[in-house]
């Protein structure tokens, strides 16, 4: 029999928000944001759940923000914080678990399998989890408790804010079933329209399609796809997992052939770009841009250059439109897939000094 895991996964709710909201009650049951000034083209971080009502959401601009729901405080962001509240959270789960695999500042998989308080049960340990979080931390984190890290992290997402919700082994194959596939972590819109098409609906639908069709359409996603339909996902949980780079990438229903499209493709990458490093920040500072083309004929290419250590912002778009027009000639052909990312380093401790750093980029340059 294979052997059984036990995942739990935490994510803290509207974590930047709540944590402002701590620090100064009065916000309280007030529509606030953490992010950058609406007059200085900033982004908004995260918002609170009164604000998510009027439509604002993570990576949004201020200024955008601020037309949906006009009541709303914006208040800058304080990452060292954020830093401390996370460090926290880590102290309490060290406290069932070493083995944690942390995704960002306010989420992480436990694995708990080998845990022995609660006899054994994963449940009752995310439940005390949860419930010291907001006795010592007067904060609320989710909680999904699955066999799996998939199974986990679609768990966490379905009583938030403020809940958690078990998937025991003997629910697994009930509950995916009627799951819609862009719960599956790395199906976004594109994906999610390709599988539309195919009449895949559901994990249920998605069972239904051979695994040849999967990996002929999808490449080695297709694998990933085929088993997350089913409720099986094989990943450890990895502590302390060091990442190199960070990226995003988009592949276009029609091929871009100019440069015009070309930029404003890039622009728009580069605001959900912007999103995911914001996430990491606080661990990771960005040391190279890198783009990737992937032609008409399936060829591809890349391009990395250096960021200055005069403080440049990373995401100054002129610098990417620059390298994808050194970048794009070397083809010279229509392009279907544009990437763009990030070499990252880790930060060390005493690092503070590229906190401001950071902090201005939620002021992107565009
Ligand atoms: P999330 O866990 O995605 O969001 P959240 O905690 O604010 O809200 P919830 O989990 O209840 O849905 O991200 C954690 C923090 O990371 C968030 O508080 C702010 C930061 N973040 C950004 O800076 N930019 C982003 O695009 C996202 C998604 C998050
Ligand atoms: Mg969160």
């Known amino acids: 029999m294979p052997e059984q895991r036990k995942i739990i996964h935490v994510d803290a709710d509207s974590f930047y928000a709540s944590v402002e909201t701590r620090e100064n009650p009065q916000l309280a049951g007030k529509p606030l944001a953490v992010g950058g000034r609406a007059d200085r083209r900033g982004v908004i971080a995260t918002a609170n759940y009164e604000?998510?009502?009027?439509?604002?959401?993570?990576?949004?601009?201020s200024a955008r923000a601020m037309a949906l729901c006009p009541s709303l405080l914006i208040v800058p962001p304080h990452f060292e914080l954020y830093r401390t509240v996370s460090a926290q959270f880590h102290d309490i789960f060290r406290d069932f678990t070493d083995l944690i695999e942390p995704l960002s500042l306010d989420e992480a998989y436990l694995d708990v399998s080998d845990?022995?308080?609660?006899?054994?049960?994963?449940?009752?340990?995310?439940?005390?989890?949860?419930?010291?979080?907001?006795?010592?931390?007067?904060?609320?984190?989710?909680?999904?408790?699955?066999?799996?890290?998939?199974?986990a992290k679609v768990a966490s997402d379905w009583e938030k804010p403020d809940g958690m919700f078990t998937i025991a082994p003997d629910q697994v194959a009930q509950f995916v079933v009627d799951l819609p596939v862009n719960k599956i972590n790395g199906v976004g819109r594109v994906t999610a329209e390709k599988l539309r098409r195919m009449g895949v609906v559901s994990c249920g639908d998605l069972q239904g399609v051979e695994l040849t069709a999967l990996v002929k359409r999808f490449g080695k996603y297709g694998q990933r796809l085929f088993d997350v339909a089913r409720g099986i996902?094989?990943?450890?949980?990895?502590?302390?997992?060091?990442?190199?780079?960070i990226s995003v990438e988009?592949?276009?229903?029609?091929?871009?052939?100019?440069?015009?499209?070309?930029?404003?493709?890039?622009?728009?990458?580069?605001?959900?770009?912007?999103?995911?490093?914001?996430?990491?920040?606080?661990r990771y500072f960005p040391t190279?841009?890198?783009?990737?083309?992937?032609?008409s004929d399936f060829t591809q290419t890349t391009l990395e250059e250096t960021l200055g250590d005069s403080g440049e912002p990373w995401n100054d778009p002129q610098r990417f439109?620059?390298?994808?027009?050194?970048?794009?000639?070397?083809?010279?052909?229509?392009?279907?897939?544009?990437?763009?990312?990030?070499?990252?380093?880790?930060?060390?401790?005493?690092d503070l000094d590229q906190l401001s750093l950071f902090e201005d980029q939620l002021e992107p340059a565009v």
């Open 321 to 350: 439109h620059r390298l994808v027009a050194t970048a794009w000639p070397r083809g010279a052909k229509p392009v279907r897939l544009l990437g763009a990312g990030l070499r990252l380093q880790p930060r060390g401790e005493g």
């Open 250 to 282: 988009r592949t276009y229903n029609e091929d871009i052939v100019a440069m015009p499209a070309m930029e404003s493709a890039l622009d728009e990458l580069l605001v959900e770009l912007a999103g995911r490093f914001l996430k990491i920040a606080d």
């Open 233 to 245: 996902d094989k990943r450890r949980v990895q502590p302390s997992r060091v990442r190199k780079s």
């Open 51 to 61: 604000a998510r009502k009027f439509g604002v959401h993570s990576a949004m601009a």
């Open 288 to 295: 190279k841009r890198v783009i990737k083309i992937k032609y």
């Open 115 to 151: 845990c022995e308080q609660f006899q054994g049960s994963a449940t009752l340990v995310a439940a005390e989890i949860r419930r010291r979080v907001r006795q010592e931390l007067d904060l609320t984190v989710s909680a999904g408790i699955a066999p799996n890290k998939f199974l």
